[in-house]
């Protein structure tokens, strides 16, 4: 079975700053995806950013980048240029590749950014 | 739009009363999930189907069944049986791995038990 831990419960940053948040798992897998998720106070869940596990080229989005290190197992997420509307829920997630995926995404618990003006 | 729509937003439950939370997708994808989530907690699986007439049990299935008559349909019922079913439900489709296999999430729906 796969764990994800999220050792950050909260974080909080003034606005404009560089954030990074950290996600560490645990898998037997050599192949899988990780993914970043953002739920704000509206409690959508929406996709931030994804690796591929096989590529050694960390991913980018905008303002958004991680640094995956994967013989450590550890996949954080940098925000640059923080705005007030990054303030939300975030989950570290993990999927198999085996299987295509199929039986879904296991989640850290959650890391609660808050963007200080 | 295309999308995954969860109704209703807000259910409220009896004790002893089955209810069941819809979900739709129209993004052609196979696979579909349930999520529940609780306050200060990740998302947890209750059940998945990759393929219609299909499905499989989650960490935690107990007290929660499903169906799949229809690729864009999967709904949740909420048994009796479920002890402790206040929560925040998700559900969730799958983009097969030659298009990402990234998981996309419906609003939610909460249920409250009174």
């Known amino acids: 079975a796969q764990t994800v831990t999220q050792s950050q419960p909260e974080m909080s940053v003034q606005e404009a700053e560089t954030v990074t948040l950290s996600c560490t798992y645990d898998t037997s897998e050599n192949n899988y995806y990780l993914f970043w998720y953002k739920q704000p106070p509206s409690r959508q869940m929406i996709l931030v950013i994804r690796q591929e596990a096989y590529k050694q080229q960390n991913a980018t989005e905008n303002r958004f980048s991680v640094n995956f290190q994967k013989a450590a197992k550890s996949f954080s997420l940098k925000i640059s240029d923080s705005q007030l509307g990054d303030t939300a829920m975030y989950f570290c997630?993990?999927?198999?590749?085996?299987?295509?995926?199929?039986?879904?995404?296991?989640f850290g618990k959650g890391t609660h950014l808050i963007i200080q003006p | 739009d295309g999308g995954i729509t969860q109704s209703p937003k807000y259910l409220f439950r009896k004790e002893g009363q089955n209810v069941t939370l819809s979900c739709e997708q129209n993004?052609?994808?196979?696979?579909m999930y349930w999520y529940r989530q609780d306050p200060g907690q990740g998302l947890r699986l209750i059940y998945y189907?990759?393929?219609?007439?299909?499905?499989q049990k989650g960490d935690i299935a107990e007290g929660y069944s499903v169906s799949r008559e229809k690729k864009e349909s999967f709904p949740l019922t909420v048994t009796s049986a479920q002890k402790n079913p206040t929560a925040f439900y998700l559900c969730a489709s799958r983009r097969g791995v030659s298009s990402g296999n990234t998981i996309y999430f419906g609003e939610g729906s909460w249920l409250t038990v009174v």
């Open positions: 993004l052609n994808h196979d696979a």
């Open positions: 997630a993990f999927m198999k590749g085996s299987g295509g995926g199929a039986d879904g995404l296991t």
């Open positions: 189907s990759q393929i219609v007439n299909d499905f």
